[in-house]
């Protein structure tokens, strides 16, 4: 099968990829009780972490051997499945997103536990079901536990593929949903549904923040910046409140960051409110709930461009760039 590999990621994992025709088809487990699929993909999507594990260098190959295929979230058929599945069928279309692994979803076929997928509805293209999996689910997991209809929730960075679906979610909640955004991408927030926008590009986050009082019930934080938000967030986030970080940089200074945050007291740079590092996880039913509000049309994916296989390098240094309104996402097969 066509895969895309990469060995090693010096100076960025778009430099280094190779698209290899003869990569050995995955195989599903022989184990019994385990419950997997052989999925021919028909397209997938990127996400920042689909680069920034496999940039981590060595940390990141002592997790993922080597050559290894980058990719997470995916939409396909389901062309074979181990004895004990009885949820799904073969031709079946399915999505989701798998954990980070040597054979990922930028590859023809993919082995998926059925744990990690979810049928098609009707109504729900092969592109939007695609671009579901990571962003839906972190944006879904980050915001539905922590709130009730009427909470007010603040979400940084409400521009991007877990933005864009946060801010639907939220609204689909029953909350009042605040975001910051670069004034380019104001209009699109708006229009999924945000109540104000704060333009990080002109404004002080945290002392606009400030300035609203003790009103948010949550904060998700899927940008990492500015360094001083979830400290000024004593301000800004009710007693009770939680403060999730989803995104930011993945190196040893924010690793120092997040233990501070969450060990250290407020006078020694902690901070009081709640503090939790977002950890994607499998949830079939929260995929089957995303993918029906999809269909229904009661949110719906934004999707900035779409690639073919071949311009997977071009996918990445886009991606990069962290300027994408939504998702990118990558045609893999028909």
């Not at 190959?61 to 074979?80: E, H, K, L, N, S």
């Not at 719906?300 to 309104?325: C, S």
Request: hydrophobic fraction near 40%.
């Amino acid at each position: 099968m066509k895969a895309w590999q990469y060995s090693a990621t010096t100076g960025g994992i778009e430099k280094n990829i190779v698209l290899n025709d003869a990569v050995p088809l995955p195989t599903v487990s022989s184990r019994l009780g385990d419950a997997e699929l052989l999925i021919r993909v028909l397209a997938a999507s990127l996400n920042p972490a689909d680069y920034k594990g496999p940039e981590l260098g060595f940390i990141a190959r002592a997790v993922i051997r080597t050559p290894a295929t980058p990719g997470m979230d995916f939409c396909g058929r389901v062309v074979q499945a181990t004895r004990t599945v009885d949820d799904f069928g073969i031709g079946d279309l399915v999505f989701g997103r798998i954990d980070a692994q040597q054979h990922g979803t930028m590859a023809e076929y993919i082995v998926a536990p059925t744990k990690a997928c979810a049928p098609v509805p009707e109504g729900l293209s092969v592109d939007d079901a695609a671009a579901l999996g990571v962003a839906g689910m972190t944006a879904y997991h980050g915001i539905a536990p922590n709130v009730k209809p009427g909470d007010k929730v603040f979400l940084n960075g409400g521009s991007g593929g877990t933005g864009t679906m946060g801010i639907q979610i939220a609204k689909a909640l029953g909350c009042h949903v605040t975001v910051t955004c670069s004034p380019g991408k104001a209009d699109l927030c708006r229009s999924l549904g945000a109540d104000e926008v704060i333009d990080y590009t002109s404004t002080d986050v945290s002392q606009a923040l400030k300035a609203k009082g003790q009103v948010f019930s949550l904060v998700v934080d899927n940008v990492g910046t500015p360094d001083d938000l979830y400290k000024a967030a004593d301000d800004f986030l009710l007693p009770n409140g939680k403060f999730v970080q989803v995104g930011g940089p993945l190196n040893l200074n924010a690793a120092k960051m997040v233990t501070s945050r969450m060990m250290l007291p407020s006078f020694l740079g902690g901070g009081k409110s709640k503090y939790e590092v977002y950890n994607v996880r499998h949830g079939p039913a929260d995929l089957r709930q995303l993918g029906r509000w999809v269909a229904e049309k009661k949110i719906k994916v934004v999707i900035e461009e779409t690639f073919g296989l071949e311009d997977l390098p071009r996918a990445f240094e886009k991606l990069k760039k962290g300027r994408n309104a939504g998702k990118l996402v990558v045609h893999v097969g028909e």
